[in-house]
């Protein structure tokens, strides 16, 4: 079975702009979540997807936003970015039950200049 | 929220030598806990996992206790071999979501 993928898996913004990531989830898995990844802070949830509906949701501004398609593939996007926003963002997949044995996609590496 | 807590940040084991990391948690709803290992530019890698109804669990060098009157879980590596050294995460999982620990850094020595 092929694994999560993401792309890109590297980006170079400017604050201000938007930016928007693509996840897609091991065949078989309906629940996609996203974590962002920095020195400082670790690894932090973002938000969950099942089924195209969001389960829960992290302490982030509204400037983070996610959907998920149909054939579960999740895509996140940051609006008006800022040099905060540099960071590692890795999504996971899993089947979506109770108890979440997620993999974690390669993860794309964003830089805010 | 669930808050979960990892020591140490940073450990040294001479090749061969035990390591051992503790986490903590806060909501006594978390059900599930995993481990993760994740090496330099690489993806975080579930290593070993334990679910609330299960007090310890083993696979090969590697094992995980739980102690949920306590909250809190640990993990064990034997034998320490080089390609140990990694950053080790802990996470509690709750409402579809895992919450991590800050990380410990293992360094084996050879």
Known sequence: KAGVTQTPRYLIKTRGQQVTLSCSPISGHRSVSWYQQTPGQGLQFLFEY???????????????????????????????????????????????????????????????? | GENVEQHPSTLSVQEGDSAVIKCTYSDSASNYFPWYKQELGKRPQLIIDIRSNVGEKKDQRIAVTLNKTAKHFSLHITETQPEDSAVYFCAAFDDYKLSFGAGTTVTVRA
């Not at chain 1, 089947?95 to 974690?104: I, M, R, V």
């Open chain 1, 50 to 113: 099942f089924s195209e509906t969001q389960r829960n949701k992290g302490n982030f501004p509204g400037r983070f936003s996610g959907r998920q398609f149909s054939n579960s593939r999740s895509e996140m996007n940051v609006s008006t970015l800022e040099l905060g926003d540099s960071a590692l963002y890795l999504c996971a997949s899993s089947l979506g039950g109770t108890e979440g044995e997620q993999y974690f996609g390669p993860g794309t590496r964003l830089t805010v200049t």
